[in-house]
T-cell receptor, first 114, second 114 residues
Framework: AQSVTQLDSHVSVSEGTPVLLRCNYS??????LFWYVQHPNKGLQLLLK??????LVKGINGFEAEFKKSETSFHLTKPSAHMSDAAEYFC????????????FGAGTTVTVRA | SAVISQKPSRDICQRGTSLTIQCQVD?????MFWYRQQPGQSLTLIAT?????????ESGFVIDKFPISRPNLTFSTLTVSNMSPEDSSIYLC???????????FGPGTRLTVL
């Protein structure tokens, strides 16, 4: 079965410092992987996606993630955090090779200190 | 992409009653999904609602509790029946437009059951 584990439930960073959100997945095939962000009282927004093309994926708002098959990881990074990055982040994996159903990680709450 | 709206945005209901949540998409899509996000938790898939077929429910969710309609390619409803306080959650719909790997999410319906 496919699943995804977010290794940090909460990450706190200072504004202007790097952000790292860790995600590991398990899958019996090559999955599609996504990072979504949910700001307070808002819907989910796609940050970036990996779909078997380039392993380094660039997303919106300066975020990027690297797919490492050997480590079954898909960590999200941003070189310089902004106050507006404070939100909940979800790592997501497709449940089947030809299946649009998604499995969500538990989420990582990011707080940004001024 | 797709723009999705949900009604109502929030509601407070009494136990034992039912609430129907509407999901409207600005374009025709075959695949539509309903999720539940319990307080402080991640998203859990309730069911897949494809137009022209009966909804497919995930383990732990049943049609009697969460009946779904999908009358056309731009609209769906989810009913939360015989509500209890444990049903207090955010309910989100999403779509997977043809040609896209990712899903696009509605803003969610925040339900509180007293």
């Amino acid at each position: 079965a496919q699943s995804v584990t977010q290794l940090d439930s909460h990450v706190s960073v200072s504004e202007g410092t790097p952000v790292l959100l860790r995600c590991n997945y398990s899958s019996s095939y090559s999955p599609s992987l996504f990072w979504y962000v949910q700001h307070p009282n808002k819907g989910l927004q796609l940050l970036l996606k990996y779909t078997s093309a380039a392993t380094l994926v660039k997303g919106i708002n300066g975020f990027e993630a690297e797919f490492k098959k050997s480590e079954t990881s898909f960590h999200l990074t941003k070189p310089s955090a902004h106050m507006s990055d404070a939100a909940e982040y979800f790592c997501v994996v497709t449940l089947g090779s030809n299946d649009y159903k998604l499995s969500f990680g538990a989420g990582t709450t990011v707080t940004v200190r001024a | 992409s797709a723009v999705i709206s949900q009604k109502p945005s929030r509601d407070i209901c009494q136990r034992g009653t039912s609430l129907t949540i509407q999901c409207q998409v600005d374009s025709q899509v075959t695949m539509m999904f309903w999720y539940r996000q319990q307080p402080g938790q991640s998203l859990t898939l309730i069911a897949t609602a494809n137009q022209g077929s009966e909804a497919t429910y995930e383990s732990g969710f049943v049609i009697d509790k969460f009946p779904i309609s999908r009358p056309n390619l731009t609209f769906s409803t989810l009913t939360v029946s015989n509500m209890s306080p444990e049903d207090s959650s955010i309910y989100l719909c999403s779509v997977a437009p043809q040609g896209y790997n990712e899903q696009f999410f509605g803003p969610g319906t925040r339900l509180t059951v007293l």
